[in-house]
């Protein structure tokens, strides 16, 4: 099942398939920062939260640093107050970075 969209509205988070058709909802647990190819992630202060399509989180990182985009199976961070970047992939293992 792949997953299409994400959706925030009111407490609720929702995830839909390529179809239009809910796959799952949880409560709210932070910003939605962006939808990758089959993982999307949240942001709650300084703690980044990768969930699959059924809302089930993958994993937790402590982040202090602004989430630039989510593509694919990549999550792009800047690093720090440089113009860097690191990426991660939905198990927020860092696969590399560039300065």
Do not use: H, P, W
Request: aromatic letters at 6%.
């Amino acid at each position: 099942m792949a997953l299409s969209r994400v959706e925030q509205q009111g407490s609720m988070t929702r995830t839909f398939d390529e179809k239009g058709k809910m796959i799952a909802r949880m409560s709210n647990s932070g910003e939605l920062c962006g939808v990758g190819s089959d993982f999307f992630v949240l942001q709650q202060g300084n703690v980044l939260k990768t969930f699959d399509e059924k809302c089930k989180i993958i994993k937790t990182m402590s982040n202090g640093n602004k989430i630039l985009s989510v593509a694919g199976q990549t999550i792009t961070i800047k690093n720090g107050n440089s113009n860097g970047q690191m990426f991660y992939d939905k198990n927020l293992k860092k696969t590399g970075s560039r300065s």
